[in-house]
């Protein structure tokens, strides 16, 4: 089994800025893609933003221009960094890892996500 951790959520005003971290626990082999993805009650989860293995970035119109995502390969961690939040930026936060290569073989594994709430 290989675990996803998240962390850095919270409560911030609008304008403010959080910066989420999200690790694979466990050594494995490989990752092809991490992403962060979002999801409020009664609403699909969304792609924010994702990060290949080569370091190519893909983002969601809505946060292009504020939110920056990095990754560390020798750590198998990504990082989002959200300037400018907007109250609309509010909802549960998911980190996914894509193509993971593990003693358990291939799979996708998804973080438990964390809250992020931005008040106007």
């Known amino acids: 089994q290989v675990h996803i951790v998240e962390s850095g959520g919270g409560l911030v005003q609008a304008g403010g800025s959080l910066r989420l971290s999200c690790k694979v626990a466990e050594y494995v082999f490989s990752i092809y893609a991490m992403g962060w993805y979002r999801q409020v009650p009664g609403k699909e989860r969304e792609l924010v933003a994702d990060i290949s293995r080569g370091g190519s970035t893909n983002y969601a119109d809505s946060v292009k221009g504020r939110f920056t995502i990095s990754r560390d390969n020798a750590k198998n961690t990504i990082y989002l960094q959200m300037n400018s939040l907007k109250p609309e930026d509010t909802a549960v936060y998911y980190c996914?890892?894509?193509?993971?290569?593990?003693?358990?073989?291939?799979?996708?594994?998804w973080g438990q996500g964390t809250q992020v709430t931005v008040s106007s």
């Open positions: 996914k890892a894509e193509r993971v290569m593990s003693g358990n073989g291939m799979g996708d594994y």
